[in-house]
Structures are given as C-alpha cells and as structure tokens.
C-alpha cells in the first residue's frame, strides 16, 4: 500500500506559520519516500540487493458468465491484475515474475491470440517504466491447445505455432540487458540466450530458446523452465537444470530460485474433490528427479497452474527443506468454489514478494486480498537463512 500523506492548506495562516506548514509537508512527503525505498545498509551482506515479486495465472475464462464487457473481449482480470502491478510498484520490486497464463489462447484465431496478448503487455508496460523489469514465464494456456483424441477424449497438448507466437509476443522481454540494468539497476550476470535445454534431452524435441532461460541478478541466479515442451508436456527439464544451477553456484551464486507454470505437487485444498487440476505428477519418476535437484541446491520453486495460494516443504517429513509456492492466484477463476476451501487464503487474490540480502539470506511476504477485494493483508511471510 502507498503511504497517504496528509495535505495542507496554508490560505489564510501567517507567513511564518506557512513556512511551517509546507515545511512539515515536505518533511513527511521525504519520510514517505524512505519508507517505500528499499533501505541502505553499512554492512553490504546484511543490505538488500534484490527485490522481486511473482505471481501467474490472471487470464480470464470466457465461460464466467459475469465478466464484464471490457475483461470479456479481452479475457483478463483486469481489476485484480491492475491493483496487483500498483502495489508491487509501490513496494519497489526490481523485477516481476510472471508465471505463465496471461492470456487465455486455447485458439486458432491468431487476432484474437494477439489481442490477448497486446492487451496483458499493455498493462504491464507502466510497471516497467516505474522501474520493474518484468520476466515471463510460459503457461499451458501460451504453449496448448485442446486437442482431439481417436477415443473421442480431448488432451491439452504443446502446438509449435504457439510456442511461435509466444516468441513473437514476449521475445523482447527475454532479455533485453540494457533496458533490465535501466530498469533493476543491477548488471545482467550469467546470461546466454544460447543456454536452454538441447534437443535430444530431458524429452525435449524443438528449439526451446526463450522458453526455458537463466540469468543472474547479483548473488541471485533465475532460472525459469518450460513445463510444456511440444512433445513432452507436463515435464521439468532436470538436466539441463542440474547443469545450469551448477554453473550459477561456481559463478558465485548464493540463493537459486526457479520459476515455472505448473507445480511439482499439487495442494490438496480439498480431500473430497475428484476433477482438480495436476501437474508434474503425471511424469513421476521426472517430478521426483526435478524435485532432487531443488533440494540439492537449496532453491525455491515458484510456480502457479492451480488457482490458488499454497506455500510448502513437499519433502519435510525426509529432512527436506526446499519450499514449492504456488501462487497461480493473479485473477483467473479460483480452484477453491465457494466453501471448497480449507483456509480463509484458498480464495485470495494472492502474491509473494522476495527481498534477497548479500549474503544469501532471504525473507519472503505473501500479500493478498480476499474475492470481495477487500484491504490488502500479509497472508504468510518466513526467511530463508
């Protein structure tokens, strides 16, 4: 939330009391400012030198019947995506992560594709001249289409001309160097766009250039996967993952965070539901290996496709310390309906910002409000020694 500051009127007081009085103001208006910079540190390891935000999952679904007509045509949340970005700016994030599903595709119809396109750019366009870089990430609803079966069933697979007009639509945001130092302040360390995983490996079959990609924001390394390949959906590409987390940690890289679509193991909300939605799980033996390598190098997994917020050590029981955030929560239609929930945050419009400090150290804050947009409140918030 931005500070409110208090307005004067200084008609009709004293000359001295009018200096007073603008005085004051700008005073305030100053300690406004401090307050929503991020604060400078004598000791550099204990200082902020990343801040982002992440979140996926605001493309609309022409079946809801109550949308209006602007969020109709276009098939956003724009409400609830609009307030997002304003308190993510507000709270001066360096860099947004989106995780995939801004638009809602699943068409052939190429002008409609791009105007679904065209209109979530737009509404990301002022964040990054406030100073956020924004990176996609590629959802199922960028990378499939439902496609006919013999038996009669329909399956939701990869189509190359989408992966196609994802890269015409977003190419220029992976990555542009000098508008991401104009914007983070920060150099673009460890980036290649020739690194993303070969074909011939992990399952995958065509170019995944600005599908899958890493960088590194200071002692930060990104790494954001493709759960979609044509051929091969619902996978992780765990060599190339293994490979490149390796090369982040020699490079100097203290804190790894990974961001994909959709999640690793699912969130359970609802024991007593049949139809939710799945993700890597379909693949085990692949969820379980791309899970190894999140716990061997200690990194937090974001990633959205379910609806909903839910944060978790998937393997605590085993000693395990890697944590999955699912915050698929930036406007679509929730998986909780009304009363399906467990907890008050299963149907909260929902974002994690993450401040990372050079030493490695991390603190992490859930905000969100709830599906009648009520006040913005800290859902959960832990640090990552």
């Known amino acids: 939330m931005r500070p ?5 009127d200084a008609r009709g007081c004293t000359q ?10 700008a005073a305030a208006t100053l300690a406004a400012s401090a307050l929503a910079q991020p604060q400078a540190s004598a000791d550099p390891a204990s200082a902020v030198v990343f801040r982002f935000a992440t979140v996926g999952d605001s493309r609309q679904d022409p079946k809801n019947k109550s949308l209006d007509g602007q969020d109709r045509r276009w098939l956003q949340n724009t409400r609830v995506l609009a307030r997002m970005l304003e308190e993510i700016s507000a709270h001066r994030a360096q860099a947004l992560i ?9 068409t052939h119809d190429q002008a409609q594709l791009e105007r679904e396109y065209a209109y979530w750019r737009g509404m990301v366009a002022g964040l990054m001249e406030r100073g956020t870089y924004v990176l996609p ?3 199922n609803h960028e990378m499939q289409m439902p496609t006919p079966q013999p038996n009669g069933k329909s399956v939701k697979l990869a189509q190359p001309e ?7 639509n977003m190419a ?7 508008r991401w130092q104009r914007t983070t302040g920060l150099a673009l360390g460890g980036w290649n766009p020739d690194n993303n995983p070969a074909i011939g490996s992990d399952g995958v079959s065509s170019s995944q250039r600005q599908l899958s990609y890493s960088l590194d924001a200071g002692p930060v390394h990104i790494a954001v996967i493709n759960t979609d390949p044509v051929g091969h959906d619902s996978a992780a590409p765990v060599a190339w993952l293994r490979e490149d987390l390796a090369a982040a940690r020699a490079r100097g890289a203290k804190r790894f965070f990974v961001f994909g679509h959709k999640m690793a193991f699912s969130y359970d909300f609802n024991p007593h539901l049949a139809d939710k939605e799945t993700g890597l799980e379909v693949r085990p033996a692949e969820r379980e290996a791309f899970w190894d390598v999140i716990e061997a190098f200690g990194a937090t997994y974001f990633c959205g496709h379910e609806h909903i917020y839910h944060a978790s050590q998937p393997r605590a029981s085993d000693g395990g310390r ?4 699912i915050v698929g929560s930036g406007g679509s239609p929730f998986a909780a309906a009304p009363g399906e929930g467990s907890r008050a945050s299963d149907r909260m ?5 993450v401040a990372v400090h050079g030493d490695g150290s991390t603190e992490i804050v859930v905000r969100g409000f709830d599906d009648h947009l009520g006040p913005t409140q800290v859902i959960e918030q832990w640090s990552l020694p």
């Open 162 to 168: 989408l992966v196609d007009a994802w890269r015409a």
């Open 322 to 325: 890697a944590w999955q955030v």
């Open 172 to 178: 220029d945001l992976i990555v542009d160097e000098a």
């Open 98 to 106: 989106f995780n995939g599903d801004m638009v809602m595709g699943y």
């Open 16 to 25: 001295a009391w009018r200096q007073v009085l603008i005085a004051f103001a």
């Open 349 to 353: 419009y929902a974002w994690a910002e």
């Open 4 to 8: 409110r500051l208090m307005k004067f």
């Open 137 to 139: 990430v590629p959802g």
